[in-house]
């Protein structure tokens, strides 16, 4: 019998993943345009077997990417902090200066909406449901990069209580 | 990334020919381009992915979009060489499960 399991985004503070002792850390400007560079700079070290071609590289990027444009909305003078820990599993906790992600509780209840759709196999409900959009979201955005994030983030994916800091993590099957 | 659109041929599908990494500054033109060949009236559309090694969720969100408009226009819209990294990444979102795909690896 098939089963429906609804991941959702948590918010908990006191999560181990928010300890950032004996990691390393990043600190860059709200600057949009270099969101790839900032992603290339945080894993010029990672082992190859942990960047599974392209996939960590874009994963990251997404959360970098988020923090500065939803997050910090672009402002210079706000910066982006990035803490990594790449031995034995891929690791980060990234903090923006914004007012955090206040659509936490309205993500989850689209993203249940969209996989009961998928579920039940209606395609139609599930492709206009394919998209997220909130008050402030441009045609660019649409929720994606938290739901491949829900998967990829197999060891957790978790937000402090004010949601400007996100602290996940990626374990691989093989180690390094 | 490069987009080029190549005429129909015998089959009658016009075709989309995408290069280099669909992300989060390359997305929005592929999506204007695409959406606009379905709005001058496209009724067979074939993207070809092969040589797109790198999709991001700007990525998933236009291919979100030209699927939602093709249905909304009728246009038979058809996937090639969705591959590597950018398969992963629609199979994590779901939408790899709408896609109407050639030669499904």
Known sequence: MKRLIIRQLIVDERNELFDAQGMRCAEFPSDFSRVREFTSQVLETCPEPFREGRLLEQQLSEIIKNGIKHGNRNDPSKKLRVWYDLRKRARFIVEDEGEGFTLLDEWNEFFRRRQTALFEEDFDAFLALASYRGPRSDEEDGGNSLIAALEYWNGGMIFNDRKNKIGVVRWFAHGS | ?105
Request: overall charge neutral.
């Open chain 2, 1 to 105: 990334m490069e987009c080029t659109f190549v005429a129909p041929g015998e089959d009658g599908f016009e075709g989309a020919i995408l290069e280099g990494d669909c992300d989060l500054y390359s997305a929005p033109a592929f999506a204007k381009a695409a959406l606009s060949r379905i709005a001058s009236g496209a009724k067979r559309l074939r993207l070809d992915l092969s040589r797109v090694e790198y999709l991001d969720s700007s990525g998933v969100g236009a291919l979100i979009r030209i699927l939602q408009e093709a249905r909304r226009r009728g246009c038979e819209l058809r996937f090639v060489g969705v591959g590597g990294s950018p398969r992963k990444v629609l199979k994590m979102t779901n939408v790899l499960n709408l896609m109407h795909e050639e030669n499904r690896p």
